[in-house]
């Protein structure tokens, strides 16, 4: 179990989270808010690679700093963007950060031919990867962040500039993984965690907003979500005094997905089931990170606030 209490980050005066508490057992953590909110600070420091301003951090118990190597090595991460030789294969990248690692060479090469079979690049094992698309480097990182077989994978916006059919092979990757391992996926994609995340952990204000499955989640909206169809010259008025979720053009009309928070819709409305992108538009609606503070604290060592 990985526990997080009192979890806070500051650079300063600026704070990046603040009073993180929350618990994880195996399966998959969907980490859900916008660019900017504080997703990748708390990844950093899930894997140790930034410290502390207060809280603490705990796998089984025992807290992660004083375990040190005996707790990296039950880490598994990918990074938004990671390095590798492009001129490499990935059976000589693997290779190398097993070599690294400290893996015996035989172990090593059984274990590559597991990982690459599990995503799907056995015909491409030797292969350079400056031919590889996005999709395929993905697939090249899943398999370095679980070459040591960790018990915490921890996957920092992973699907960010794949096309649908990879970013569904991934997600099935994903599922499979949890089974018998901590999995933390970090997104500001909605449709890469809505069906396979066991929980859904949302970051506001710099502060846990909530934890929990997806229907729950989806509850907190219940009976305040409707559909209609507003005529082309009705529009904007209608989205200037609603919070339109969605829109398309339908037969000289405008099919509208709206959130109304009095629970009672406009007269024609039809009342549907909340989804999480729904909850997501809706609690995010404020949401609103200076341009000016982001970019100055990006310059700070550690990556910055992502």
Not at 4 to 24: E, R
Not at 67 to 79: E, N, Q, S
Not at 174 to 194: F, P
Request: net charge neutral; with cysteine; hydrophobic share 40%.
């Amino acid at each position: 179990m990985l526990t997080l209490t009192h979890v806070s980050k500051n650079y300063g005066h600026f704070t990046a989270l603040s009073d993180i508490s929350l618990s994880m057992e195996n399966g998959l953590y969907g980490l859900l808010s916008p660019n900017g909110a504080g997703k990748t600070t708390l990844i950093k420091m899930i894997t140790t690679l930034l410290t502390l301003t207060e809280g603490e951090i705990l796998y089984n118990g025992e807290e992660i700093w004083k375990m040190g190597a005996r707790y990296r090595d039950l880490i598994g991460y990918l990074p938004q963007q990671f390095g590798y030789y492009r001129n490499n294969t990935p059976v000589q990248y693997l290779m190398y950060l097993g070599a690294l690692k400290g893996m015996r060479k035989q172990e090593l090469s059984c274990r590559i031919d597991e990982l690459l079979a599990l995503v799907g690049l056995e015909a491409a094992a030797h292969k350079k990867m400056k031919q590889f698309s996005g999709g395929m480097l993905q697939r090249v990182g899943i398999a370095q962040a679980m070459l040591n077989d960790p018990k915490i994978l921890v996957l920092d916006e992973p699907t960010a500039g794949l096309d649908p059919k990879e970013r569904v092979r991934f997600r099935n990757i994903i599922s499979a993984l949890s089974r018998d391992r901590i999995v933390i996926l970090s997104t500001h994609i909605v449709s890469d965690i809505e069906s396979i995340a066991n929980e859904v952990i949302m970051i506001k204000d710099k502060k846990l907003y909530c934890m929990d499955t997806v229907p729950n989640i989806c509850k907190m909206l219940e009976n305040k979500i409707f559909e209609m169809e507003v005529a082309e010259q009705n529009y904007h008025a209608f989205e200037q005094s609603h919070m339109v979720l969605s829109a398309r053009q339908e037969k000289g009309c405008m099919a509208v997905r709206y959130y109304d928070e009095t629970g009672f819709g406009e007269s024609g409305a039809v009342r549907c089931s909340p989804n999480l992108e729904d909850v997501f538009l809706v609690v995010y609606q404020e949401e609103q990170i200076s341009t000016k503070a982001d970019l100055a604290w990006k310059k700070i060592g550690q990556g910055g606030i992502r």
